[in-house]
């Protein structure tokens, strides 16, 4: 099977969930489950983000599942690179979660997270 039909298959086979606690998002993809904290607050309202909470919620809303390509391209890379050490850069990481899901998503994978805003890498710490 080529890559086209590859994506295509996990393009149409992916299966998501999420669900909300004081202190969770949690995001649940092709029996991966996937825990964001909530309970961090920014300290600066200059930043002009939202909090974690409202922008998981939000990219979230409507059963919809954020960056729907991109994170099925990461579960195709996993099975084509299963066996390999990955190293993943999350540019413009915001609130990492990218990273996240890399985390679970590949065997053995080397992260690194790029971001900007201070408290977006406070959070992301966590």
């Known amino acids: 099977m080529n890559i086209i039909k590859k994506f295509n298959y996990i393009n149409s086979n992916i299966s998501f969930t999420s669900f909300v606690t004081n202190k969770t998002f949690n995001l649940k993809i092709n029996e991966k489950s996937f825990v ?15 909090e974690p909470k409202q922008w998981l919620i939000e990219e979230h809303k409507n059963n919809c599942l954020h960056e729907p390509g991109l994170i ?3 579960f195709l890379l996993s099975e084509m690179f299963k066996e390999k050490k990955i190293g993943f850069w999350d540019i413009g990481a915001l609130y990492g979660y990218n990273s996240i899901l890399a985390s679970k998503i590949f065997n053995d994978v080397d992260i690194h997270c790029v971001e900007a805003n201070p408290f977006s890498c406070k959070y992301i710490d966590n």
Request: charged share 20%.
């Open 36 to 50: 964001f904290p909530i309970d961090v607050k920014t300290v600066d309202s200059y930043l002009g983000y939202k």
């Open 72 to 74: 099925n391209l990461l």
